[in-house]
């Protein structure tokens, strides 16, 4: 049986589900494939640390060289995450004539550009299915069966732990505070959350879904990129009972020659099937011209689901390397010379309908002024609804908006603010009714 040679950085969770599969799964990959992966060599932090993988013949080092420099190895997968060392690791690998399988979204959404052009020079594979949506081969189907399309529209839930959180708050009404706390729990959130909840994450993904479908650079500081810490659970209660589900999205779309990317919560209608995504699920619904629009779900991260994606990955270079067809994808789908950089519509011209809630002192007079700091900026309410539900002194005041573009609202929100008439911050949700 013909063998081809892996070399691994990294043996944390998703490192150790790559050894598992690897070894639970051979004959099924041997059948497809038609040789054996070997995992010939990994590299770690410490190598005295105990492992649950079992003997399989590899060697553990945290000799970095001895992995991407070994003649014998052909691809280099990434696991460490982060993007500092993993950039300089990986360069090193392509300029050994390494191919490469990662899982690091952050990298890719920093250092693609650069890591994608030494590929090209070494014309060496770079894939990376595992970086988005850990195990729905969603990447896999942009760049492959739906390459013919051009595509207006992709959005996506993306990240397990906000998705969790939101779910959490949704059904048992708990607040943010507590749902990030079972999070930590379960071992769906960070002891750190950071990127998690302030949709950091999302946002490294959402840029090389839109790179992906549209063929565009996009610089990752461009993402309008807000996180789900400020949802309260009065906000999920008022948009439950208007008939949503909130939830952080990552909305891109081509308009014409201009590019939208953005991750927001937001206010999805309870009969989308986005609104139906729960838990640690994720979800990428993208429209192109022929096929329509196509939905993907499942499990977006954990052990089992992301090695299925690297392996996934291995598989296919390692049919270009028996083959010796080489690289026949350029790692974003188009060719290399053929990424344009199209720019990217400002947040501010968003044209929506908007979710708004003032604390309030409850007391006549309030709505009208409210409502006038609106009108003075173009922004016309649509109904507003009024508890006499107290949180501490203030009331929640609530206003849904006609279409009305982001920057004006905006505005309209600094002008209620300074009349001194709000005890906190305006929670402002966008209203997605009109999703592709
Ligand atoms: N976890 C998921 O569900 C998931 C899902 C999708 C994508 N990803 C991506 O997959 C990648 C790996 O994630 P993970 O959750 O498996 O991470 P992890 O559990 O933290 O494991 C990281 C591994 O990298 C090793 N490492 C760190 N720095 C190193 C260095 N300088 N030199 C050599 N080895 C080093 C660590 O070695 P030691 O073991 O010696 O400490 C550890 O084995 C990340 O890019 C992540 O974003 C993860």
Known sequence: MRVVNVGMLGLGTVG?????????????????????????????????????IGDGGWEITSDIDSVIADPGISIIVELIGGYSPAREYVLAAIQNGKNVVTANKALLAFHGDEIYAAAERAQVEVRYEAAVAGGIPVLSAIKGNMCANRFWTVLGILNGTCNYILTRMTREGADFAAALKKAQELGYAEADPTFDIEGIDTAHKLCLLVSLCFGTRIDFKEIHTEGISSVSSLDIDYAARCGYRIKLLAIGKRHGNLVEARVQPAMVPMDDPLAAIDGVYN???????????????????????????????????????????????????????????????????????YYLRFSVADRPGILARIAGALGSNQVSVKSAIQT???????????????????????????MVESLGITSQRVAMLRIEDDLA
């Open 388 to 414: 006499s539900k107290r949180v501490g002194e203030a009331v929640p005041l609530v206003i849904v908006t006609h279409e009305a573009m982001e920057r004006d609202v905006r505005k309209a929100i600094d």
């Open 16 to 52: 150790t589900g790559v050894v598992r599969l690897l070894a639970e799964n051979s004959s099924i990959i041997e059948e497809k494939l038609g040789a054996r992966l070997i995992l010939k060599r990994i590299a770690v932090r410490d190598t005295k640390k105990a492992r649950d």
């Open 283 to 353: 979800a990428v619904r993208i429209t192109g011209d022929y096929a329509g629009t196509v939905m993907f779900s499942g499990r977006g991260a954990g052990m089992a689901p992301t090695s299925s994606a690297v392996v996934g990955d291995l598989v296919a270079v390692a049919r270009n390397i028996l083959t010796g067809r080489g690289r026949r994808i350029a790692p974003l789908g188009f060719l290399d010379g053929k990424i344009a950089t199209l720019p990217v519509k400002p947040v501010g011209d968003t044209i929506s309908k």
